[in-house]
């Protein structure tokens, strides 16, 4: 059974001290800084995420499930990622399952820390994972 993501203190603490880094400098690796509007306050929230590069596409994973940010993508059909001083906003389509599987097990293999939080292995098919696309929302940049 895939466990269940609740934000500790240690978890608070990190994502702020990582957001800093990406509001200021070019953090090394496939790491941005995700603005979206929120989808009841219509205020900019912020997280930092993984952008996710498959099969040429390039994508936005949950691998903690419906998290707030992944509510607000699914609600504003566009996003901001800010590396340093560089910002880009770009519009996000849901994938359906079988898009989503492949984008969910490369995340798993390339992000040990969220495997927890997956039913599938990542020695398991792309269907296993696309299984579990209702729980672990993938978006497609376009």
Same mark, same amino acid.
């Given at each position: 059974?895939?466990?269940? &993501? +609740?934000? =500790?203190?240690?978890?608070?603490?990190?994502? =702020?001290?990582? =957001?800093? #880094?990406?509001? =200021?400098?070019?953090?090394?690796?496939? &790491?941005?800084?995700?603005?979206?509007?929120? +989808?009841?306050? $219509?205020?900019? !929230?912020?997280?930092?995420? +993984?952008?996710?590069?498959?099969?040429?596409?390039? &994508?936005?994973?949950?691998?903690?499930?419906?998290?707030?940010?992944?509510?607000?993508? !699914? #609600? #504003? $059909?566009?996003?901001?990622?800010?590396? $340093? %001083? +560089?910002? *880009?906003? *770009?519009?996000?389509?849901?994938? #359906? %399952?079988?898009?989503?599987?492949?984008?969910? !097990?490369?995340?798993?293999?390339?992000?040990?820390?969220?495997? %927890?939080?997956?039913?599938?292995?990542?020695?398991?098919? %792309?269907?296993?994972?696309?299984?579990?696309?209702?729980? *672990?929302?993938?978006?497609?940049?376009?």
């Amino acid at each position: 059974m895939a466990r269940t &993501y +609740r934000t =500790t203190l240690a978890r608070r603490i990190g994502n =702020t001290v990582f =957001t800093a #880094a990406l509001r =200021t400098v070019p953090v090394p690796g496939p &790491y941005a800084l995700l603005t979206v509007r929120g +989808r009841v306050s $219509g205020q900019p !929230r912020s997280t930092p995420v +993984r952008v996710m590069e498959h099969d040429g596409q390039r &994508y936005l994973v949950a691998p903690y499930g419906e998290v707030e940010w992944a509510l607000n993508a !699914r #609600a #504003a $059909g566009e996003v901001s990622l800010r590396r $340093g %001083p +560089r910002s *880009h906003t *770009h519009a996000v389509v849901e994938c #359906a %399952p079988d898009e989503a599987g492949p984008v969910l !097990r490369a995340y798993a293999k390339a992000e040990p820390i969220t495997r %927890p939080y997956f039913d599938a292995a990542p020695s398991e098919p %792309p269907e296993a994972f696309a299984a579990e696309a209702a729980r *672990h929302p993938v978006f497609r940049l376009v």
